[in-house]
Every structure is written in C-alpha cells, then in structure tokens.
C-alpha cells in the first residue's frame, strides 16, 4: 500500500520523499511507502476546500446527512480491511482496531443525523413584528491534524461534524498513520464525497505544518497530538485569529479506595494501563491506592499483570501489541530503564508471545516513588504505570489533581458520598466512578483541563459548537 493525497477529487502521489512503513509487531516486514507532501499540495488542498465550500455549505442539512450516512455504510463494509491495514500500521491490537472501526461508523451516523436537528433558537425581540432568532453556521475551512493513536476515530470524531456543520476540510494525518488515512479517504471517495469537501495532505508536521498553519487562509484548526506541538499550535492560531481546539496529553490518575470492588478495579486498572499498550492519552498511568488496601490490592494487580498476553497485533488474543515505533520504543524503554533505577517494580507482564522482531515492551508498574519523581509526572505514552499509596480520600483526590494534565480521572469505591465528591474535586474533563480512565463513550464531549486541552470539547453537541459560529438575525416584517 502507498500513501496518495486526495485533493480536489484526484489522487496525487507527492514527490517530496519516500518512507518506507515497518509493522511494528515485525520490524523486518514492509507494509507499505509513504510519499510526503510538498507545500504546494496544501496550498492546492486550500483551494480545493475553498471551492468546494461555496456549494457544500450551502447544501441542506439532510443532503450532506446523506453523504455521511453513504461513509458510515462503506466504512462499515470496509470495517475488517481498514483495521487490518492500521493494525499492521500502527501495531494497535486487531480485536480493539475492529472496535475503534464499529466508533468510526457509529460517529459518522451520530453527525449524519445532526443535518435534520435544529441549529438556533428563536429570542423574543423587545420590538413589535420582529423575529429574532440565531443560526448555527459553518466556519469554512477547517484545517484538521491527527495523532497515530487512534487512526480511525480521531480523524472522524473532527471531520464528521465539520462536514455535517458545512465546512470543508484539510486533513493532514500523522506520519504514522498515513496508510490508514488514505485507505479511509478511498473509503470518502466511493461513497461519493464530492471533489474538494475533504482533502489529504500526507506529510510530516515539520516539514507542511508551517504552510497549513501560517500560509494559507484557514478558518479554523482541531488538533490532537502531543502538548508541546498543540501550544505552538495554539500561540499561531490565536496570532492570526484562527478559531483552534488543541487536545493534548494526559497522566491520568485512577483512585482505589479501601472499600473498592476488587473484582471490578483491578481489571479496569489493568486495561486502562496497558490496553492499546498504554498509548492513549486517557491511559491510567497513575494508580493512587489507599493504605488499607495497599497490599491486597497490590498483589491481586501483579497476579493479573502477569497474565496479560503481549503479543503481535494481528493474534486476535493480544491484550496489548507493540508500541508503534522505534522512537516510541526509545522514548518508552527510556523511562523503563529509570523504573529499574529508582523504582520498586511492583507488577511485570510476560515477555511477547512469538519470535518476531517487534517494538514490544512488557507492561511495567512501578512504585516506591515520591509525587515529583518524572515516573508520576511525565506522560509516558507507554505500558508503564506508577503507583502511589495514599493515606485517606483527601491525600488520594490531593494527588490526583498534582499534574499539569488533567484529562481523565477514575476512582474505585462503593462509597456513594466519596463517589460524589471525587466527581465534584478531581480536576479533569473527564472523570468516572467504577469505570476506567479511558473508553468515553463517542456521543460524549471529549476533553481536558489545564493543559490537557484548550478548554473546548470533541465529540457529541460539543463538537459542533467548535465548528459553527452563531449568527444573529432578525427580520422586521411590519
Ligand atoms: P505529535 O504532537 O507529535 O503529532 C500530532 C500531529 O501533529 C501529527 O499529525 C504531526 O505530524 C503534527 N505536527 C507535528 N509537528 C507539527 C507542526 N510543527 N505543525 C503542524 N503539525 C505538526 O503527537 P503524536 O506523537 O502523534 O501523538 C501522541 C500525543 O497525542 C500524546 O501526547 C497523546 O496524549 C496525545 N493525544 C491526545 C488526545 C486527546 O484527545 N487529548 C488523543 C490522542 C492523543
């Protein structure tokens, strides 16, 4: 498989560099080239979009309804081939490609039906015969940057309600992730997305991520990816007055109390840490466990840590594959190696099934650490999770919210009042009882605080107040 541009309804092959794309479950197989972008493919994909803008978005709602309900229904036959093709990508375990694929369609019929649901409301005007309303409308062309880590639903999870809202769109995926992105806009192009609605721009962010954000006209810009890149993001957006969402990192805390449910915490901290391999950014990375429970609860988490299967990302029964490439793996066994220096290694899982030369790294959890130590404050974005004991509740939600990030949050308890106040106290976006950190249910806004987002939301209603603005109007018919 090799990487095209969709701009304007044709498939372009850039010519700007080669890169040959390694599955990282088996580093010696090739899966496929990426051919990288030049600045004159986004200038070309700004022009396409702005054409395209003046008759998509002036479209009726259940006309472009039709054109997501066309995508949802070829992305759902496409389902098994697109998760095949991003697995081997990008390493992520098939049996949760395939789930991230059912999200992908579920988020297109979820805008899809957005096109016929009302987008204003009617204010009273303090003046006789004068009707007075607003409008929700497009922004028009909006600029949409994408992380590796979730290849399929991210990218939907902005382009969907960008589309339904009348914008029309710039996609540039990240470089991981490229094959799956052109396989998904194959999937726009047969279900007959019109020419220019949505364009890809494949290339690395530091060599097109200048032209995309400094040199063409844009209306708006959705970005998820790492902090550092979404604050320089945010500082150009806002110096040019580019409307922008930012959606960054996470160390996400997840709290188990003394009266928790072991049998329902252990395995929602086990998946939250290592599932996806712990690369994503709503990932338990930090365990905060309360005294008296400290050691059961430690030794049931090494008892089940040590039976989760690493293993290549096609094994159907890989609980986690690799991680997805070699400077993930460099950044990733860098803090391993300072766990094995500082840390008391509480848990370790098996090494990875099979003899095939792959990024793979046996899920970690560390402890013995002080709330300073770069092992509870830095985000990893790997299988590796640190505890902390906490003497009550209050220490527990204290060391919760000392971060910087503040995405998800969970906490274990059958306690109703604590249950409560953690919801109240804990300083995330995102925050659950008896649930996992990670797996927000895709018609929920999605999103952080501090400096985990731009305090705007993704997903759900959320999303289109990010990709309208308000009109409004009013009509004197005396
Ligand atoms: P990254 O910041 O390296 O890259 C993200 C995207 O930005 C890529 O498409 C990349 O090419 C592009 N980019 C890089 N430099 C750019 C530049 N100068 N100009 C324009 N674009 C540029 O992040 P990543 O490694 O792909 O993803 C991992 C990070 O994403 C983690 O920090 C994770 O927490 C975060 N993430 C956040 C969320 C969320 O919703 N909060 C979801 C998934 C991932």
Redesign the pocket.
Known sequence: MNSRNWIGGEWIKPAAGEVAVTNPSNTIEQVGVLHLSDPSHVIQAEQAAREAYASWSRMSGSARAGHLDRMADVLEAKSDDVALLASMEMGKPIAEMRGELKRGVNLLRYYAAEGVRANGSVIPSSEQNVLQYTRKVPLGVAGI??????PVA?PIWKIAPALISGNTVIW??????SLTATRLAEVFAEAGLPPGVMNLVV????Q???V??EQIPLDALS????????L??AQ?CAKRNIKYQT????KNAAIVLNDADLETAVPLVVSGSFRSAG????ATSRIIVESGIYETFIEALSQAVSQIKLAPALDSEAYLGPVASAS?YETVMSYVQLANEEAEILAQGPTATGDQEGYYIRPLVAGGLNAAHPLVQE?I?GPVAAVLEATDFDEAVAICNQSIYG?SASLFTQNLSYAHRFLDEARAGMVRVNQETAGVEYQSP???MKL??SHTR?QGQAALDFYTQLKTCAISYQ
């Open positions: 940057i994408t992380p590796w880590n979730f991210i540039k995926p990240a470089e991981l992730a290339g690395k962010g530091s097109i991520g200048n995309l954000l970005f998820t990816g790492s902090t550092s890149t979404g320089n993001i150009i959606e960054m990192g996470g690369q994503k950014c709503t993930q985000e974005f995405l999605f999103g952080g985990s987002s993704e």
